[in-house]
């Protein structure tokens, strides 16, 4: 059995694009925090997520950082203050 | 050699006290984007950084996620846009 990487995103996005970047994002993973993301991905569907990102930001000014980890047991998170919950907010 | 673990903390914290907790993790690890700080740290000095916050934060409203990871083999960093140079913020 393969693992599938799993996935931290976080971003600084001018607030003009970054709605457009948190609705992509969405299609593939978890929304975690005001800037993060998270989830399994698979490398074939983090390829077209990038290539879609890619479509969006502006280069020279916006930034997202992609850490891929082996596998979802690869770390521990702790958190500190409250879990913020993102589900509910609209896009 | 017992591998010191390498650490991504985001954090979501209100205007008013987002200075201050900037300045505690920058004692303790690299500013790398807006609301990101990540390093090698000990698990008694994250333990001393978690405590100090905890006298910075409303625990009710803010939010603050340590993302721990064994070792910095452990995971690949892959960035999108700019590089966010933090470097010469001045908090």
Redesign the interface.
């Known amino acids: 059995m393969v693992a599938i990487p799993y996935l ?1 995103v ?3 996005i001018s607030e003009g694009r970054v709605n457009k970047v948190r609705k992509k994002l969405k299609k593939y993973l978890s929304w ?5 993301f998270e989830g399994e991905i698979t490398e074939g569907k983090l390829k077209k997520c ?1 290539n879609e ?2 479509k969006i ?14 596998n979802k047991l ?11 919950d993102m589900t509910g907010n609209i896009l």
């Open positions: 931290i976080v971003y600084d975690v925090q005001n800037s993060v990038k990102l890619l930001i502006n280069k020279d000014n916006d930034s997202i950082y992609f850490y891929s980890l082996e690869n770390y521990k998170k702790t958190i500190i203050g409250i879990e913020k």
